[in-house]
């Protein structure tokens, strides 16, 4: 089987447009999270959310505007950036052999609400001509495949809060079996719309504003914890067969060596800790590494009451005595929960601390929750550590959980 | 509205110029007859009207501007 390595890397959130700007952010503990902007955020209990407030680069001309949703915009932005990065140049039979595996909840579903709103509220007997081509939940891949150019599989992961971590799994596993040599691997998520902020305002699960200091709202493994915050963005890696990487040159980021998935099966919303462990240890042992080779698990830590719980417990019921030794943080404390993009977000962070053996904060975390013991890595990132590999965990509702593992590569 | 739409300056637009040379493929025509019934308050109907040049925007929509329930 190949050997599968990440050549690119890219990532545009509430913290920033790029990986590095990304992770430097995580690991300095600079929120991305404010007080909601938005036409309809007087009827929203929701508060704050994790935006990205200034204009999203100029990608596409504006002839093809109708074409993108703000989800495809996001998933071009990161898409790009990795692949500028790999510094990939495929002839025509190479594209052939090249993919995208892409992760979304809901696609492109503020062009729908959009639809809907026309028809709705402002009384039209119509919608907008490219309301399907636009708001379809695989256009975000397809779209970075046209703009790419890759014409291999283009597949599209919708598992709720996996998807993008499913995706990179899956494009894992196509170059490792040699359906592909190479893939862009990501997702994206722009779900900062009236009727998807109402429907999460209406399960309770969205974190109380900390009027103080609303940067602050997203507290995860904290007594205090309340809920989530909805984030948008996008991310995306570029993964290559060792064998193309090494043919033709390329700087090699990182390996990754395992990827774990499951599925809870026993409650659409309530995680299960034993689910979570299955997805784990499949990747644990794909990686073949021993408990103590991983020194830093980016949590899924959405900042719900049970989830951060639930995770706590199976952390613990994987690594056994060796949880307590190793450095676990959300990231989502300062970028928010971006549902289907999460995934690949956290992994490109998590591949960023592999790189430069420093471990970004939980932040805000002034006020532990007793029942959750382990060491969370509070407030300040841990510079010149030893990593040898990283977890990055992400849990879903409707049961998912995926479990992704990169090494440091060593040839 | 062309120009804007596909990003063109309207100088280079004459009477004769292809859509297709101007960038337009078959979807942006879709989005461009969508506008005009938007704009001229018209209906171009479910055959889709043959535009190949610039003129033939004009004289259709014209026709059906002419030819408009006036109420």
């Known amino acids: 089987m190949e050997r599968v390595v990440i050549t690119g890397m890219g990532a545009i959130s509430a913290l920033g447009q790029g990986a590095g700007v990304n992770f430097q952010a995580a690991l300095n503990g600079n929120s991305g999270i404010g007080l909601l902007q938005h036409p309809y955020a007087e009827q929203v209990t929701c508060g704050v959310a994790a935006q990205i407030l200034t204009p999203l680069p100029e990608l596409i001309p504006k002839a093809e505007a109708a074409l993108f949703d703000r989800v495809s915009l996001l998933a071009l932005a990161a898409a790009n950036e990795a692949f500028a990065q790999s510094g990939l140049n495929i002839d025509s039979e190479q594209a052939t052999r090249s993919s995208v595996f892409w992760g979304t909840g809901m696609g492109g579903a503020q062009t729908l609400e959009a639809g809907y709103e026309d028809l709705f509220v402002k009384g039209k007997r119509r919608v907008r001509p490219m309301t399907v081509v636009a708001s379809m939940n695989n256009a975000a891949a397809a779209q970075i495949a046209l703009k790419i150019g890759f014409g291999g599989a283009v597949t599209t992961y919708s598992s709720a809060c996996v998807s993008s971590a499913q995706a990179i799994g899956e494009a894992f596993r196509a170059i490792r079996h040699g359906y592909a040599e190479r893939a862009i691997a990501g997702g994206s998520e722009a779900l900062l719309t009236y009727a998807v902020l109402s429907a999460w305002d209406a399960l309770r699960v969205i974190a109380n504003t900390d009027t103080a200091h609303p940067e602050r709202s997203c507290k995860p493994f904290s007594k205090n914890r309340n809920g989530l915050v909805l984030g948008e963005g996008a991310a995306a890696i570029v993964l290559e067969s060792l064998s193309s990487a090494q043919a033709r040159g390329a700087t090699i980021l990182a390996e990754l060596v395992g990827y774990g998935t499951s599925n809870d099966a026993t409650h659409i919303t309530k995680p299960d800790p034993a689910g979570q462990a299955r997805a784990m240890q499949m990747a644990l042992s794909e990686a073949q590494l021993p408990l103590s080779g991983i020194g830093y698990i980016n949590a899924h830590g959405a900042a719900t009451v049970a989830g951060d719980v639930a995770e706590t417990a199976s952390i613990k019921a994987v690594f056994g005595e060796h949880a307590k030794s190793i450095m676990v943080s959300s990231t989502k404390a300062v970028h928010g929960h971006t549902l289907g993009a999460a995934g690949a977000l956290e992994f490109v962070i998590s591949v960023q601390a592999l790189r430069a053996d420093a471990v970004p904060p939980t932040a805000f975390l002034d006020d532990p929750d007793p029942e959750c013991d382990l060491d969370y890595v509070a407030l300040q990132a841990r510079h010149h550590q030893q990593l040898r590999a990283v977890m990055s965990n992400s849990f879903a509702f409707g049961g998912s959980n995926v479990a992704l593992i990169a090494k440091k590569f060593d040839a | ?71």
Not at chain 2, 37 to 64: C, S
């Open chain 2, 1 to 71: 509205m062309l120009a804007e739409r596909l990003e063109i300056d309207p100088a280079t637009i004459t009477p004769d110029t292809k859509l297709e040379s101007l960038g337009a493929d078959s979807l942006s025509v879709i989005e461009l007859i969508f506008d005009l019934e938007d704009e001229f308050g018209v209906k171009m109907g479910d055959e889709r009207p043959t535009l190949v040049v610039v003129q033939d925007i004009a004289d259709i929509v014209d026709g059906l501007v002419a030819n408009k329930p006036q109420n």
